[in-house]
């Protein structure tokens, strides 16, 4: 389940609408620029990861739910602490309680928990971590 999740998580970033269609506002502020768990060597910025950080399993009445939390990571080096705003403001409009078709499973929805800024002034990076809990029917 891991894994459809995380295709799943993806997908949504990636996805597209409208006619003509048009990416969403996070895909083109960071250019697509969305990778899982790590970022290549000297990607461009700015960029974003997501990983899983944990996942608990409950048994209620003899179904499966699994609460998942995902961190999303945003990196940019414009100092400014608006840029990192802007894009956390677009990370949040696609994915806060946002509908995600996970194979073999059924969202129950994605729930944004956590917000933290964060500055490096070691190389001029800002940016922010994004937590969520995502409740999955497995």
Same mark, same amino acid.
């Given at each position: 389940m891991i894994?459809?999740?995380?295709?799943?998580?993806?997908?949504?970033?990636?996805?597209t609408s409208?006619? %003509?269609l048009v990416n969403n506002a996070f895909?083109?502020?960071?250019?697509?620029?969305?990778?899982?768990?790590?970022?290549?060597?000297?990607?461009?910025?700015?960029?974003?990861?997501?990983?899983?950080?944990?996942?608990?399993?409950?048994?209620?009445?003899g179904k499966i739910l699994e609460h998942v939390r995902v961190n999303f990571s945003i990196f940019t080096s414009d100092i400014s602490p608006l840029s990192s705003e802007l894009l956390y403001d677009k990370l949040s409009a696609l994915y806060d309680w946002?509908?995600?078709?996970?194979?073999?499973?059924?969202?129950?929805y994605m729930n944004r928990i956590l917000y933290v800024p964060v500055v490096e %002034?070691?190389?001029?990076?800002?940016?922010?971590?994004?937590?969520y809990e995502i409740l999955v029917d497995d």
């Open positions: 894994n459809e999740l995380s295709i799943a998580i993806y997908n949504k970033f990636k996805s409208g006619d %003509p895909y083109i502020a960071l250019s697509g620029r969305l990778y899982r768990a790590t970022a290549p060597q000297n990607c461009v910025e700015p960029y974003a990861i997501y990983s899983i950080v944990d996942n608990i399993p409950e048994y209620p009445g946002c509908t995600l078709t996970i194979s073999g499973s059924t969202l129950i %002034p070691s190389d001029n990076t800002i940016g922010c971590r994004v937590d």
